[in-house]
Nanobody, 123 residues
Framework: QVQLVESGGGLVQAGGSLRLSCAAS????????AAWFRQGPGKEREFVAA????????DYADYAEGRFTISRDNAKNTVYLQMNSLKPEDTAVYYC????????????????WGRGTQVTVSS
């Protein structure tokens, strides 16, 4: 089992930045790929970004490319999502997730989920 706890969400003005963190506990986190998903009001949960176990590979949704950066520090069992140039449409609950194989953008392929952290971007 892997337990995930997100933090770093909040209220920010459009154009601003936030850095989300996801702290993992339980099994060795470096055995898992990780990802961020988000779910906006009245919307389905969607893929944001993913990172492989050793951070050698990264994948981004089109809307995140160039604005968001996913990273990880396996020594700290933590995954990060740096979000810049935020837009009101980025308002959502952001979820951290983990799986033993890198490469999926489908939420049902992921085994472990945090409870999410709210990000609100005002115009």
């Amino acid at each position: 089992q892997v337990q995930l706890v997100e933090s770093g969400g909040g209220l920010v003005q459009a154009g601003g930045s936030l850095r989300l963190s996801c702290a993992a506990s339980g099994r060795a986190f470096n055995n898992y790929a990780a990802a961020w998903f988000r779910q906006g009001p009245g919307k389905e949960r969607e893929f944001v970004a993913a990172i492989s176990r050793a951070a050698l590979r990264r994948d981004y949704a089109d809307y995140a490319e160039g604005r968001f950066t996913i990273s990880r520090d396996n020594a700290k069992n933590t995954v990060y999502l740096q979000m810049n140039s935020l837009k009101p449409e980025d308002t959502a609950v952001y979820y951290c997730t983990a799986v033993d194989r890198y490469g999926s953008r489908r939420n049902y392929d992921y085994d472990y989920w945090g409870r999410g952290t709210q990000v609100t971007v005002s115009s």
